[in-house]
Nanobody
Framework: QVQLTESGGGLVQAGASLRLSCVGS????????MGWFRQAPGRDREFVAA????????HYSDSVKGRFTISRDNAKKMVYLQMDDREPEDTAVYYC????????????????????WGQGTLVTVSS
């Protein structure tokens, strides 16, 4: 089983950049699809981005496509979310996630299930 810990959240101004990091533990890290989700106050948790185990394929929600970039380093058991051109609407708790199937992440709004979650890190974007 993989365990995940996020870091890098904080308060930044709109338009600024921020990178979130997630470190995983467990020998199977490199075999998991890794992803990021977010949950804004009063809203459901939503999919943000996912990356395949080989880092060859990425997926993004329409709301962040072109602004956020997901990447991973399997040797370090790290996954990153580079957030550029941020907007106040990006304010949320961001969660790192792992699952063996990318469809579990991209289809989260329907399935409501992902295998492993981190504890979350708060990102606040001021206007």
């Amino acid at each position: 089983q993989v365990q995940l810990t996020e870091s890098g959240g904080g308060l930044v101004q709109a338009g600024a950049s921020l990178r979130l990091s997630c470190v995983g533990s467990g020998s199977l890290f490199s075999s998991y699809v890794m992803g990021w989700f977010r949950q804004a106050p009063g809203r459901d948790r939503e999919f943000v981005a996912a990356i395949s185990w080989s880092a060859g394929t990425t997926h993004y929600s329409d709301s962040v496509k072109g602004r956020f970039t997901i990447s991973r380093d399997n040797a370090k058991k790290m996954v990153y979310l580079q957030m550029d051109d941020r907007e106040p609407e990006d304010t949320a708790v961001y969660y790192c996630a792992a699952d063996r199937y990318v469809a579990s992440m991209t289809g989260y709004s329907s399935t409501g299930h992902v295998e492993v979650w981190g504890q979350g890190t708060l990102v606040t974007v001021s206007s």
